[in-house]
């Protein structure tokens, strides 16, 4: 049995950041991987080797907010290991069935700019819009950054600014009492509050619904700050696609020292007096971890399927009937659609520049259609009447994704994993076959072929990828790569329970990374870099972390006021 201070289970881009933390803290690491090749949902693959040779693609995450929000790239230095951010601008292009278009720049006075060409109420509007929710990411950001149940940590994360931004959103109690409703609306609400145009309105709706809930989502508003973040903090790709994140922190792991196996499937995490330590992978093959183990694979997963029901009732007989049945999983999930093209599209009759296609471009005809988009696929239908998706060409941004002259098309489609009255059939009992896959992802290239007509002719090749084939290659449950819902209900101190909240399980010594636990989905390396800190934690002396905890209020103090 070989052994290791920490055995981590999974090594997508949260789990590396946390392998990262704890080898530079002296502890040695082994992650654990199912495929081939670790990453996660933050990879670079060629799909398609050999019917569109040299075209790199990303199939699942490709466009980076949150991780600007945070100090990992900074304090892990990850330029050295070989990251490179290339930021967006324009951020967000989309063309509206009247002739409109709504082009964002990641500045807002171009942007504001762009929209009063056709409204300049709006315009003014949009301004404040983006200035509110400016102030409410401000405001949030130490929260993402710290343990959810840690109030030193998150408080020792304000400086004066994010102060600034917190205090502006309170004042008198009437003001505090609206700002709170605004949170507890929704976006659709409040896009109709503030603007008049629907071409303005429906890409908006359209990016806060990235949260993966329809805009009218009863507290869920949060989701409207998905377009203030590509203005500030701004939006990015890593040079040569997202995996290179991961290729970064994989040299940065190996560097210090930590063991990365891939192709290694956990089936048991053992325990022994009601205390982790060690994993059995499927070729019964054992290892010892003598500090703890960390999951970076979902609750659900983890103690129903990776753990004996009895160990997991010995330590709270409640566990397991919560985690089957209080955890919400809506049935939206992503159809992927890859394709190698052997030119740009070509958005005839929008002033169409091929820099329009450096950001998101997004195809949103009105908010009505993006509700559609959502609700249709929790009730197992398939929005096909009028598909609404998100897409990107990566490779305007960056070259080096596809040959010279030619481009990939990146695009996410949303769809119900069960499809209704087809229980038992198809791919994993969902309903989806090869057939229907393919017959869905031609209905989103018609779609998408109305603006650009052009890209159909244009495909060389592509690859169509249904949610339970998604479930396999990630293994995450019902292929919601954020492992359960972006709802209010399970987000901070409820993410995924609130008994599992802080990174810790009732299992001695077994500790929970990943998209399921706070602050959720996304590439940021948060989670990965929480988890770690309360690790590192639990396994500081007294003295050590009251001299901590005095360091970081006296920081706070001293951005604060000057001192």
């Given amino acids: 049995m070989q052994e290791y201070d920490i055995v981590i289970i999974g090594a997508g881009h949260n789990a590396l950041v946390c392998a990262a933390y704890l080898l530079k803290a002296g502890y040695t690491v082994l992650l ?4 081939p090749l670790p990453g996660g949902g933050a990879t670079t693959e060629e799909l398609m080797p050999d019917a569109a040779p040299g075209f ?28 490179k951010y290339l930021f967006c601008d324009p ?5 509206h069935p009247d002739g409109k278009y709504f082009l964002a720049h990641r500045s807002l006075e171009k942007t504001c700019a762009e929209i009063a060409r056709y409204s300049s109420r709006d315009a ?30 998150i408080a020792g994360n304000y400086d004066r600014a994010k102060l600034q931004d917190l205090l502006s959103l309170m004042g008198p109690p009437d003001r505090l009492l609206d700002f709170f409703r605004t ?31 329809p805009p009218s989502q009863k507290t869920n508003a949060i989701g409207a700050m998905m377009m203030s973040m590509r203005h500030e903090p701004g939006m990015a790709r890593p040079q040569g696609g997202t995996g290179a994140l991961t290729q970064a922190l994989v040299n940065l792991v190996k560097d210090l020292g930590g063991t990365i196996a891939t192709e290694q499937t956990v089936q048991r995490v053992l325990l022994d007096d009601r205390r982790a330590v060690g994993v059995r992978v499927a070729n019964g093959q054992e290892y010892r971890a003598k500090q703890g183990v960390i999951s970076s694979i979902d609750a659900k997963r983890l103690f129903l399927q990776l753990m004996d029901a009895g160990d997991v009732d010995a330590a709270d007989r409640q566990l397991r009937d919560r985690l089957s049945r209080r955890i919400c999983m809506h049935n939206e999930a992503i159809m992927k659609i890859d394709c190698a093209l052997s030119e740009l599209p070509r958005f005839q009759g929008y002033n169409h520049r091929d820099e329009y296609l450096i950001g998101s471009v ?78 869905v992802a031609d209905r989103v290239l018609d779609k998408l072929a109305e603006y650009a007509p052009n890209v159909k002719d244009s495909i060389i090749a592509r690859h169509v ?29 409820f993410r995924p329970l609130p008994e599992l909240a802080n990174y810790k399980t009732p299992i001695e010594r077994l500790y929970l990374t990943g998209a399921g636990t706070h602050p959720g989905g996304s590439i940021s390396g948060m989670p990965g870099r929480n988890c770690a800190r309360v690790f590192l934690g639990d396994r500081n002396s007294i003295g050590q972390a009251i001299a901590d905890v005095s360091n970081s209020i006296f920081s706070t103090a001293k951005s604060t006021f000057g001192m």
């Fill in 32 to 35: 654990l991987e199912k495929r």
């Fill in 56 to 83: 790199k693609f990303n199939p699942c995450a490709i466009d980076h907010l949150f991780i600007h929000l945070g100090p990992v790239v900074e304090e892990l230095n990850l330029a050295k290991y070989g990251l």
């Fill in 91 to 95: 951020v967000v292009f989309c063309p």
């Fill in 124 to 153: 003014q509007k949009y301004a404040e819009f983006i200035n509110f929710w400016k102030r409410v990411v401000g405001a949030l950001t130490p929260v993402f950054n710290a343990p959810p149940k840690s109030v030193i940590d």
């Fill in 183 to 213: 949170l507890f609306t929704s976006s659709m609400d409040m896009l109709e509050e503030y603007f008049d145009e629907e071409f303005l309105k429906a890409p908006l709706a359209r990016l806060a619904a990235e949260l993966s809930t």
């Fill in 362 to 439: 997004l195809i949103a005809d009105s908010v009505a259609q993006v509700e559609l988009a959502h609700t249709d696929p929790n009730i197992g239908r398939i929005p096909l009447e009028d598909p609404s998706m998100y897409l990107v060409v990566p490779s305007v941004l960056d070259p080096s994704l596809a040959p010279e002259g030619k481009h990939t098309l990146w695009i996410e489609y949303f769809v119900p994993y069960q499809i209704a009255k087809a229980q038992g059939t198809g791919m994993k009992g969902t309903g989806w076959t090869e057939d229907l896959k393919n017959k």
């Fill in 465 to 493: 990828e249904s949610p339970p084939e998604l479930e396999e290659r990630l293994g995450v449950l019902k292929g919601n790569y954020y492992h359960l819902d972006m709802t209010f209900d399970q987000m901070v101190f």
